[in-house]
């Protein structure tokens, strides 16, 4: 079988090309055709040695996963359903701005965490993506997208919110950010890349040493009995562990504070309390807030908060000197909002209860 080589990044793209018996520079040369020239034509990669050209046809590709279907929203937010094979498809999401293009791209087929209004975690998990399967969706949104008309690739921001626990991947999606952030290939700032957790403290620790870039909590609850129901993950790792690595992760990060994700659930996580209450939980841990209008999907079991008590609800954070946002909904006619994706997945998880094993 011909190797992938969106699985490698600069590091393993090098030695795999000292295994082929050809030069460091090689690699490259072969990341900047495939990332910054969106090539992956072998024959197209000019300034390569015909007869390595040659040789990467018999040996080598460049293979992106299929696209199923395409949805394009009212608001221009478009969709793509990609085809990881057996049985089992991810959805990736493109967010147009006027300053910006920002990609959500998933790193699981499905989800073994379980949250409980998150329409993908319904769906049970069934593996980790490979490296190529997950900046794969960067170089197929920015072929599909095409230049602008100053030679730029539309993706200037990547969020890593789409399906699954980044996390919980984390080799392949370090490697995939490091394809985001390397020079030669798309070479994005550490700053407008951002990696969404629910809070696996020790993969928060080993990022913050290997791969440290933008930061975000799905938090969704002020204390532990409420985010242990919304965010099972936490009876594992419960808010004081949580929060002492965000600490620690401030310590080498590119933004010098911490985004917490707080989807507002109707009568559940919203009243004027519980924002007293989170301002008491993150008052050591420089961050901003980013308030989410829950997603409706079928059989949700939640109700989305009226805007009214999420714009009370943000000025309580305010008024104690807490940045806070409230994240315009884009793309919920075509279910591709924040905790919308569903995909496709074939559930090996059997909705047995979270297992930290499943994913790693």
């Known amino acids: 079988m011909k190797q992938n080589l969106l699985d490698f990044d600069a590091q393993q793209l090098t030695a795999w090309f000292a295994e082929q018996g050809e030069k460091p520079f090689r690699a490259k040369q072969v990341l900047r055709w495939i990332y910054k020239g969106g090539e992956s034509d072998f024959d197209a990669m000019s300034d390569l040695a015909i007869s390595l050209r040659e040789k990467l046809k018999q040996t080598a590709c460049i293979r992106t996963p299929t696209v199923m279907r395409e949805e394009t929203a009212s608001d221009g937010t478009r969709k793509w359903?990609?085809?990881?094979?057996?049985?089992?498809?991810?959805?990736?999401v493109?967010?147009?701005?006027?300053?910006?293009?920002?990609?959500c791209v998933s790193t699981q087929?499905?989800?073994?965490?379980?949250?409980?209004?998150?329409?993908?975690?319904?769906?049970?998990?069934?593996?980790?993506?490979?490296t190529a399967e997950i900046i794969g969706q960067v170089w197929w949104a920015n072929h599909e997208l095409g230049r602008s008309s100053d030679g730029n690739w539309?993706?200037?921001?990547?969020?890593?919110?789409?399906?699954?626990?980044?996390?919980?991947?984390?080799?392949?999606?370090?490697?995939?950010l490091r394809l985001m952030l390397d020079d030669n290939a798309y070479g994005l700032s550490r700053r407008r890349?951002?990696?969404?957790?629910s809070g696996v403290v020790p993969a928060m620790d080993r990022l913050r040493d290997e791969c440290p870039v933008a930061l975000a909590i799905s938090l969704h609850a002020?204390?532990?009995?409420?985010?242990?129901?919304?965010?099972?993950?936490?009876?594992?790792?419960?808010?004081?562990?949580l929060m002492a690595a965000c600490q620690r992760y401030l310590e080498k990060a590119?933004?010098?504070?911490?985004?917490?994700?707080?989807?507002m659930l109707a009568g559940v996580n919203d009243s004027v309390q519980d924002a007293r209450e989170l301002i008491e939980l993150v008052r050591e841990v420089p961050c901003k807030f980013n308030l989410i209008p829950f997603n409706p999907f079928p059989q949700a079991p939640y109700r989305r908060s009226d805007m009214q008590t999420v714009q009370r609800f943000r000025d309580v954070l305010m008024q104690a000197d807490i940045v806070t946002t409230i994240r315009k909904v884009r793309g919920d006619d075509i279910a591709a909002a924040?905790?919308?994706?569903?995909?496709?997945?074939?559930?090996k998880t059997k909705r047995t209860y979270w297992n930290m094993e499943v994913a790693q």
Do not use: H, W
């Not at 493109?94 to 990609?103: A, Q, V």
């Not at 539309?154 to 980044?166: A, I, K, R, Y």
């Not at 590119?254 to 989807?263: I, K, L, S």
């Open 193 to 197: 890349v951002t990696v969404s957790t």
């Open 254 to 263: 590119p933004r010098d504070f911490v985004t917490f994700e707080y989807v």
């Open 222 to 241: 002020p204390n532990d009995a409420l985010r242990n129901v919304l965010v099972p993950i936490n009876q594992k790792y419960p808010l004081r562990e």
């Open 154 to 176: 539309p993706v200037t921001n990547v969020v890593l919110m789409g399906m699954g626990e980044p996390l919980l991947n984390f080799d392949n999606t370090v490697s995939a």
């Open 94 to 103: 493109y967010i147009p701005e006027e300053s910006r293009g920002t990609l």
């Open 338 to 347: 924040c905790g919308q994706l569903a995909g496709q997945v074939q559930d």
């Open 109 to 130: 087929a499905g989800c073994a965490l379980d949250c409980a209004f998150c329409s993908t975690g319904k769906q049970g998990f069934n593996r980790n993506l490979s």
């Open 81 to 92: 359903l990609l085809d990881v094979g057996t049985g089992n498809a991810v959805e990736t």
